[in-house]
């Protein structure tokens, strides 16, 4: 009988699919390397694909979605309910097979580039910030230990990084915290954290980037952290 609903079980490399018929019996299992996917689903008859709502899920969605099947994507937290035995592929498949096909089961909505621009935009701005609080609580915590107390507000931080290190500084005539520490300071002083902020604080005010734009604001972001 003819395939009315998939469960798709998505990995990096191999792939396990779950067909059953209207009437919910099995009549298709199948595992499917990646490559293989575009073209499994190209000559597959129109019917209801389902895929747990976990990586890359949002790009195989727009991509099967291409050849004119319903996908919908699930939390996995309303699939394993209805998981049996051992866990593993073939039972994923089955076990999202059997979830979607529920009448009242709520759907993860699917995500557009531009909106996954968007999302990844805020998630690496908010990986950034975390960093520089990171540095600014170290920096603090390393002047203590010298005696020397910093307000608790980072740009109060940045304010008296340069005076506290100037050869005029009162606190330089009691203690001076070794190179090393002041090679830590130096780092949080040369700004790098509040120029990527302001980077990608701008698209984020006016509309969401398009793909390679994202990927060039990561490997810049990354590069930064790693100065």
């Not at 998981?83 to 529920?102: F, H, M, P, V």
């Not at 120029?195 to 604001?217: C, D, K, S, W, Y």
Request: charged fraction near 20%; glycine fraction near 6%.
């Amino acid at each position: 009988m003819a395939v009315k609903v998939i469960g798709l079980d998505t990995a990096k490399n191999v792939f396990q699919v779950h067909g059953a018929d209207a009437s919910g019996r099995a009549v298709l299992r199948k595992r499917l390397r990646r490559a293989q996917i575009p073209d499994f689903f190209a000559n597959l008859p129109k019917c209801v694909v389902g895929i747990e709502a976990t990586q890359g899920a949002h790009y195989w969605s727009r991509v099967i979605g291409s050849f004119g099947h319903e996908v919908r994507l699930i939390a996995p937290q309303f699939v394993k309910p209805y998981l049996t035995g051992q866990k593993n592929d073939a039972r994923d498949a089955a076990a999202i097979c059997e979830a979607i096909s529920r009448p009242e089961m709520r759907f993860v909505p699917q995500k557009s580039i531009a909106q996954q621009d968007l999302q990844a935009l805020h998630r690496i701005r908010s990986r950034l910030i975390g960093s520089r609080t990171q540095l600014g609580n170290q920096i603090r915590g390393l002047l203590a230990e010298y005696g020397i107390i910093l307000p608790l507000h980072l740009s109060e931080v940045r304010k008296r990084m340069p005076e506290l290190f100037s050869e005029g500084s009162p606190s330089s005539r009691y203690t001076t915290p070794c190179p090393l520490i002041e090679l830590v300071i130096s780092r949080g002083q040369s700004d790098p954290f509040y120029r990527r902020l302001e980077f990608l604080t701008h698209p984020l005010n006016h509309r969401a980037p398009r793909g390679v734009q994202t990927i060039r604001v990561v490997i810049c972001s990354n590069r930064v952290l790693r100065a």
